[in-house]
């Protein structure tokens, strides 16, 4: 990693820093609730009272950002965890045992895969309701698969490392092999495919806030905040703005970390 | 049992390899038999490719993929191939040991040493994880591991390639097995290295009275380390005899060439390293003849016509497969000078 990019990796590493940190201390902020409507004023730029100004509806925007963030976060963090418990499930059997079962696995995949995301959200969301909950599955669901792929292509490589060949050769059965030489070699690269799942997670949740699908109204969610904005662009742009700046940045970074973790981990692997 | 069962620890009767492939079944091993008494050593010999590694994989039950093995393989009192995996996992590991070619991959690279040497013992012996921590570390000090006691809370990276086969080592003797299948041992490993680790695997297997199995691509490796050598060519073994015989006077003209192509430190500098020239035959093909033929000087129309029987000449002990052999009462000397034989305490 040469300086320019550690300083960027830093910088990337700091920004995730304080969007977490906002996140966890959002209710003691010294700003307005994000629901308390402020008739006076309606999507004014920052003015005393309202660091980065309100929305259509008079609400603060640094106090939706603050707790717009938990949504983020808890998405982000959350739906590629289950989409890796998922993925892992079906990849690392398909690539252990080959043959048959991988075939069947393989097909499940692919047919996830073909299947449009925004349906499946869309579907998801109407039966169970939009919730917190409910979009970190759907999510999950929906990334489950490239997981699966991940998880199989490196219990393939794995599975053919001499160290495997050797616990056989004391004994151990394919539950063990899979449980103590495979997953422990496998989280490696999983945890890095997740960092960039991240990415795609939170720019998939904003999306949904935009659509309405996110966590209902009135609870803030960036992608929401965008939305609502979106009307009086040319008039107050920064109803919008303000929201989709910090979410790029959050995504930017994030992406920024797993390429850098990558890079190093790579390197890493190379000596062993 | 009869008398032959009690001296032998393993006899291998007919055991061929066959692995399914794109071109055709290929017969990686081709009807070998093989005996080893307790407490002994044989030598597997052969250039890469010959079926070593797999005779010693079927012999372990961990054949490749979706390779089928046939024979019988009575190990003790039991025969191996007929042995349902769950019996096959308590054997491996627990009266097996098995010692793989490269160090560098053969440790799990995110679970510590200690572990990996405990693992055997609490999954064959059943003692307590403090016990099996205890043992590791006794383990890594018999095999040469300086400060023990420290070393066994290093990942595998942490270690040099010495260091790893050593542990390595100390993973195949946990639970004291019977036999010790060592798989090059010391084909990744640097010269002086090589010699220590070779020096290691005599002593304990001494100590422990093992009987082993050491494959080698190198007779020079072989040379003073083992009771009986067997050369494999092509999935055959081609000659067999008591190491001391074997390089009293070699029959086989492949033994021969293996021999020659053994770098010397006594050859004038300048002088071409000897090679075999033709490479192994296609083992998915049906072979006919002698399998070195292709590659024998000496090879004649019969040789391509008959496969010569693996038979004694003489000596009882030692076998051959050749219509020509080379004369007998040719001495060769083992190449001392390559592997000094003690180096280490």
Redesign the interface.
């Known amino acids: 990693m040469g300086k320019r990019g550690s300083i960027t990796f830093w910088l990337a590493i700091g920004w995730i820093a304080v969007v977490i940190v906002c996140a966890i201390t959002a209710p003691w902020w010294p700003v307005p609730a994000p629901d308390l409507i402020d008739p006076d004023l309606l999507a004014t730029p920052p003015c005393v009272g309202h660091p980065l100004g309100t929305d259509t509806m008079g609400r603060d925007i640094a106090a939706r950002l603050l707790f717009g963030a938990r949504v983020s976060i808890i998405v982000g963090f959350c739906a590629p965890l289950v989409g890796m418990v998922l993925g892992s499930l079906l990849g690392v059997p398909a690539g252990f045992y080959r043959g048959r079962p991988e075939r069947l696995i393989l097909f499940i995949l692919d047919t996830l895969l073909a299947f449009p995301g925004l349906v499946f959200l869309l579907v998801f969301t109407f039966v169970f309701g939009a919730s917190l909950t409910t979009i970190t599955v759907a999510l999950g669901v929906l990334t489950a698969p490239r997981f699966a792929r991940v998880a199989r292509a490196n219990t393939i490589r794995f599975a053919e490392?001499?160290?495997v060949?050797?616990?056989?050769?004391?004994?151990?059965?394919d539950f063990?092999i899979i449980l103590?030489?495979i997953l422990?070699?496998v989280?490696?690269p999983m945890l890095i495919y997740m960092l960039l799942v991240i990415g795609f997670v939170i720019v998939a949740e904003g999306g949904l806030g935009f659509l309405g699908l996110s966590v209902p109204s009135p609870a803030p969610s960036w992608g929401g905040m965008i939305a609502g904005g979106r009307d009086i662009l040319d008039q107050a742009p920064h109803v919008s703005l303000i929201p989709t700046a910090v979410m790029f940045l959050t995504v930017l970074s994030v992406n920024l970390i797993g390429d850098a973790v990558r890079g190093r981990l790579d390197r890493r692997e190379g000596?062993? | 049992m009869t008398a032959a069962f009690d001296r032998h620890l393993l006899v291998a009767e007919d055991i061929s390899v066959h692995i399914p492939s794109g071109g055709g079944t290929v017969r990686a091993v081709d009807r070998v038999s093989l005996s080893l008494e307790r407490g002994k050593t044989l030598a597997l010999v052969g250039e890469s490719g010959s079926g070593k590694s797999m005779l010693c994989?079927a012999i372990?039950g961990?054949p490749p993929g979706r390779a089928a093995t046939r024979g019988r393989i009575i190990f003790g009192e039991r025969d191996l191939a007929q042995l349902p995996?769950?019996e096959?996992?308590?054997?491996?590991?627990?009266e097996i040991?098995?010692v793989?070619?490269?160090p560098?991959?053969?440790?799990?690279?995110?679970?510590k040493v200690g572990w990996q040497i405990a693992?055997?013992m609490l999954?064959?012996l059943g003692i307590s994880l403090l016990k099996a921590r205890e043992r590791a570390v006794e383990l890594l000090g018999a095999v040469g591991i300086p400060r023990p006691a420290e070393r066994v809370d290093c990942y595998?990276?942490q270690l040099s390639g010495g260091m790893r086969q050593r542990v390595?080592i100390a993973?195949?003797l946990?639970c004291d097995p019977q036999l010790l299948?060592a798989d090059e041992p010391t084909t990744a490993l640097d010269v002086t290295v090589q010699a220590e680790i070779l020096n290691l695997l005599g002593r304990l297997q001494m100590e422990r009275r093992m009987a082993m199995i050491l494959v080698s691509h190198d007779l020079g490796v072989v040379a003073g380390r083992a009771h009986e050598t067997a050369v494999m060519y092509a999935g055959r073994i081609v000659e067999q005899a008591p190491t001391v015989i074997l390089f009293d006077q070699m029959r086989m003209r492949y033994t021969r060439a293996l021999f020659d192509s053994i770098p010397r430190l006594d050859a004038p500098s300048g002088q071409p390293l000897a090679s075999i020239g033709g490479q192994l035959p296609d083992l998915a093909a049906e072979l006919q003849g002698c399998r070195f033929a292709p590659r024998c000087r000496r090879a004649e129309d019969r040789c391509f016509a008959e496969e010569p029987p693996l038979v004694a000449d003489g000596l009882e002990d030692h076998r051959f497969a050749c219509w020509f052999p080379c004369e007998p009462g040719i001495s060769v000397t083992p190449p001392g000078p390559l592997l000094p034989k003690r180096i280490m305490s």
Not at chain 1, 165 to 173: F, S, W
Not at chain 2, 88 to 94: D, H, K, M
Not at chain 2, 104 to 111: F, K, T
Request: aromatic share 2%.
């Open positions: 490392r001499e160290f060949l050797a616990a056989r050769g004391v004994g151990a059965g063990s103590r030489e422990p070699n989280l490696a000596q062993l | 994989r372990l961990i995996e769950k096959l996992n308590a054997i491996r590991g627990r040991g098995v793989l070619q490269n560098m991959s053969s440790l799990n690279p995110v679970l693992e055997p999954r064959h595998p990276h390595a993973i195949a946990a299948i």
